[in-house]
């Protein structure tokens, strides 16, 4: 990492390890998806003397379609290394994984801001044991090992270190979840994710720190923020900065030593010599891309071309995976402009007022269509649609259609009974009225207010100003 030419004060790598959503192992037929502790496990994972691993298929495709998504070079040959450790959380000693010749190399990811950063690499590799520190990880006195996990499959990614800012590390994670998501190999309910972030500041010399372990968008950014701050404060008292590994505290909001940074030297990686060299053929890589699911580009091509929305929006839907399963479901029942429209906009507002993510939402798509259905349909203005949404972020589920009629806010469409209204506005406040014939318009806005919260919000705000007007006049 000190070989790279760092142009930024901050400088942010990431490496990531993500479980892939396979039924078995990643060298045995072991279940990947028991609950009990230790109940998924045999002679290969554990590491038994003369048991021999059989390679998992499955997780080769996957591999090579996560190299596809990212734009990286696939590897010709297929290369398996152990990784050499004495730890609880590996039985036989050693963790098999890929060193010499990753799976996938020289790949991409861009954040939502446009930037690209740039991966050194995609590797496999099984996932060690469980440890579980019943009292917590500083104050337990004993640890307990689960090896169900023990030989799951992970895909390991490391960046350049490119990122800058705590904001672009969250980016980072968020859009590598989507493709993960769009590519169907990750279980965003079960499936583990973690980061292993190495951050260095200009004041330090970027001198390298690594947090271990980090899991969450939220936990990423926080951790990124202290451990800025910390090296920052620490080199202005005069302290050393060392190359260290350190652990995220979730709950306190710190870092802790951990240990000194070892390097790769210090594990002695040796080819695995149960697991012969395969070749990784171009027909095979071609099965792989011609059965890839629809990816975010594509997708957005179809809202263009089979939707008719436009460009930006498709863009912006796709950008994120969940936001775009749900917009596809709003879309099969309401003109998908309008959906493409709410969707993009006024949900995402909605969220960020009560500071929500999209998966915290209990509505679904159908509360949503329906929203939309009596707002083609006239029954219900604007202004009714966004507080209906309002009230769905904040209370949850419930059903639109019958909360409209209880709250009477069927929008007022007989002309004649808004214009009883109106003329009660008008006739309430006659020095507004005068204002407004001076040419205030100010006053025109504020009598409009006066109508609309009479009708609730039920009354079309151009037709209210139309009326004023017609009246006043």
Not at 156 to 182: C, G, W
Not at 229 to 241: C, L, P, S
Not at 406 to 428: R, T
Request: charged share 30%; net charge negative; proline share 3%.
């Amino acid at each position: 990492m000190n070989d790279y030419k760092f142009t930024s004060d901050v400088v942010i790598g990431l490496e990531i390890h993500m479980e892939i959503d396979t039924k078995t192992k990643l060298f045995c037929a072991c279940s990947t998806k028991a609950k009990e502790p230790n109940t998924s496990t045999c002679e290969i994972c554990l590491g038994f003397p003369g048991s021999k691993p059989v390679l998992n298929k499955k997780v080769i495709d996957y591999a090579i379609r996560m190299g596809l998504a990212t734009k990286s070079n696939i590897a010709k040959e297929l290369v398996f290394s152990r990784k050499n450790y004495f730890y609880p959380d590996m039985s036989k000693n050693y963790q098999i994984t890929q060193y010499e010749l990753p799976i996938c190399e020289k790949g991409k990811i861009e954040l939502s801001s446009g930037k690209v950063v740039n991966l050194t690499r995609i590797h496999i590799e099984e996932d060690p044991a469980s440890l579980v520190h019943p009292s917590g990880m500083s104050s337990s006195s004993y640890v307990l090992v689960d090896y169900n996990r023990s030989g799951r499959p992970l895909l390991e990614m490391v960046t350049e270190p490119e990122l800058n800012s705590s904001e672009e590390a969250r980016d980072f994670m968020k859009q590598l979840v989507n493709i993960l998501q769009y590519l169907k190999i990750f279980d965003i309910n079960e499936g583990i994710i973690k980061a292993d972030v190495n951050i260095s500041v200009k004041e330090s010399g970027y001198k390298r720190v690594e947090i271990k372990n980090v899991s969450g968008f939220k936990e990423i950014e926080r951790a990124v923020e202290y451990e800025i701050e910390r090296q920052k404060e620490a080199v202005e008292k005069g302290e050393d900065i060392v190359l260290e590994t350190r652990l995220w505290d979730s709950e306190k909001g710190i870092t802790k030593h951990m240990r000194l940074k070892e390097s790769e030297s210090d594990y002695g990686y040796i080819l695995d010599p149960d697991l012969v060299i395969t070749d990784i053929t171009s027909d095979w890589v071609k099965e792989v891309e011609e059965n890839l699911p629809e990816l975010p580009i594509e997708r957005a091509k179809r809202y263009v071309k089979e939707l008719k929305i436009n460009g930006e929006d498709a863009k912006v839907l796709t950008l994120d995976y969940e936001l775009s399963e749900f917009f596809d479901a709003v879309a099969k029942k309401v003109n998908p402009i309008t959906a493409a429209k709410w969707v993009r906009r006024e949900l995402p507002r909605v969220l960020n007022y009560n500071n929500l993510e999209f998966h915290d939402i209990k509505f679904t798509s159908d509360h949503f269509s329906d929203i939309l259905e009596l707002l083609e349909a006239k029954k219900i203005t604007d202004n009714v649609a966004k507080k209906i949404l309002e009230r769905l972020c904040e209370k949850g589920d419930f059903d639109v259609k019958d909360y409209v009629k209880s709250e009477g806010l069927e929008a007022v469409a007989d002309s004649g009974a808004l214009e009883g209204i109106i003329k009660q506005v008008i006739d309430a406040n006659p020095k507004a009225i005068e204002e407004y014939k001076g040419g205030k318009e100010q006053s025109l806005n504020f009598l409009v207010g006066q109508v609309m919260r009479q009708t609730r919000g039920a009354a079309s705000a151009p037709e209210v100003i139309e009326l004023i007007k017609k009246l006043v006049n």
